[in-house]
């Protein structure tokens, strides 16, 4: 028995730490912003005499009721549960890296029907992989299996005309000057839909550390030889 009240006694201590410290955050959150407790309460829909007994550590919240609050006041959940004060700041890394791009340097790929220029080749673990592309390919036949990959990628025309076809859409013209955003791991082709040369840059983006690796290497192995 004296174990089970020690357990009750305890559940309640508990309660009433998180009651309390719900009370101080959205005093907190609520002062941060200059607002009243009927400001509060007229962004949220609550009811005044509620947010007040929060407040003062008399009630707690449903998880629904911390959704309608947090949505009200715009802000994280978190911060309903540690005062932002208390919160160690982030402190952004400088990693001072950089990497100039010259005229026609950069790792290529050649074949008959692309060329994949890759860029800044010297950093590694880039969250970013540019290239410059000049695609041949005129038909998916000429092109190969689709392309996919991890991440996403912005495809921006300089010259020519090109056809962008994915799995999940219609074709899409784009001439220069248009670009396109996409998921990578869409399976996605680059066509040259002009007379003249097609040319564009390429940025492709992941959270993967070997991205541009991964790209090089794919590109390697779907590579032709450049007809002699």
Known sequence: ???KREGAM?????LANTTSRLGVCLKAARRAR??????????????????SKVENGQMSLTYDKLLQL???????IAELF??????????????????????????LVDTTFYSYRYQCTDLVGKQMVPILAEIR?????????????????????????????TEFYEP???????GIYLDSSMGHAYLNAGEEPAR????CTSEEPDLYQKLRSISEAEARPVDA
């Open 34 to 51: 200059g607002l009243t407790l009927k400001q509060v309460a007229e962004r949220t829909g609550m009811a005044l005499s509620t947010l």
């Open 200 to 203: 564009a840059i390429c940025v």
């Open 82 to 107: 540690e005062p932002a004060g208390s919160r160690p700041e982030r402190r952004e890394v400088v990693t001072a890296r950089r990497s100039i791009s010259r005229a026609g340097q950069g790792h």
């Open 10 to 14: 305890q559940d309640h201590d508990g």
């Open 70 to 76: 947090t949505a009200g006041l715009k802000i994280e």
């Open 172 to 178: 899409a013209i784009l001439e220069v000057g248009d």
């Open 1 to 3: 028995m004296a174990g």
């Open 137 to 165: 390919a005129r038909t998916l036949e000429e092109f190969g299996a689709l392309l996919r990959h991890a991440g996403e990628e912005y495809f921006y025309v300089t010259s020519g005309r090109v056809a962008v076809h």
